[in-house]
């Protein structure tokens, strides 16, 4: 009976151990659309939020892709179809957009590592570059952090950190 005992309390020690580990993130959990959630960047010890509070937009993933379009959600509309000097700077400086092919590499604690050469982006700062983005499923969220990648908007070169939940 101690020796049942003993075992069943290994066996559910084990068990419960094993359902907190951290599950290894795939590529093809990565495929998909993703709404944005969060988004923010951190320079030395310095945190700020790039595109606001109130980031919006999608990343959508391929098996070969990647598209991202994040904008302010509080930006104000322009007045006009036709945009002012000055709503052409402002609609700059309030999102940024880039695609490219990507890899995946290995897992490491942060997640999946993808590195994505942009062939195509909002800002030629960062055209031609790779991003690279360690990826962390969790259900329906996807968490994207860098190892340091300029941000469009401050020119600073920032760990970016992002948070997606699946779109319906």
Known sequence: MKKTLLATIIAVTVAAGTSHA???????????????????ATTDSNVNYPLGAKVAGY???????I?????????????AP???EAESVAAMKSH????????????????????SRVDAASSEAI????????IRANGDRLFFKSPGVI????GATSVVEFEMVKAN
């Open 59 to 65: 990343v959508t993933i391929t098996p070969d892709r």
């Open 82 to 84: 036709s945009l002012t």
């Open 67 to 79: 598209w991202l379009l994040f904008v302010d959600s509080t930006r104000k509309p322009p007045a």
């Open 127 to 134: 055209n031609n570059t790779d991003r690279v983005y360690f």
């Open 151 to 154: 941000v469009p908007m401050t």
């Open 96 to 115: 940024v957009s880039w695609t490219g092919k990507y890899i995946t590499g290995e897992q490491t604690p942060e997640g999946i590592k993808l590195t």
């Open 22 to 40: 951290q599950q290894a993130t795939t590529k093809d959990q990565l495929i998909g659309s993703w709404k944005v959630l969060s988004l923010k």
